[in-house]
């Protein structure tokens, strides 16, 4: 479900508070969530571990936790989607190239 800073390609699509929350909920999961595998782990476990840096977010934001959460699982998305589209036009030029020679 997170998305670690070190994956970051993606966030120049979003503004500058979104890019502040995003940032923030994803190195409070790399320090509450560690190493596991998101893929492997159950989302409610997950959501329990990040609730508290969503609950301060929310408080500071005058916004319910569930809106919060809903806006982080879309900027998350967005980011997720982004990284995609760039690995796909990587491959592809890679492929481009490979099939030249």
Do not use: H, W
């Amino acid at each position: 479900m997170f998305q670690t800073n070190k994956n970051a390609n993606g966030y120049s699509s979003l503004n500058e508070e979104e890019k502040d929350m995003l940032s923030r909920i994803n190195a409070y999961a790399e320090k509450v969530l560690g190493d596991i595998d998101p893929q492997k782990t159950r989302i409610s476990f997950q959501l329990e571990k990040l609730k508290p840096v969503m609950q301060e977010i929310a408080d500071e934001k005058n916004m319910s936790l569930e809106d919060v959460f809903i806006k982080y699982m879309d900027l998350a998305s967005v980011v997720s989607a982004k990284q995609d589209a760039m690995v796909k036009e990587e491959l592809d030029e890679k492929i481009l190239d490979f099939t030249e020679y």
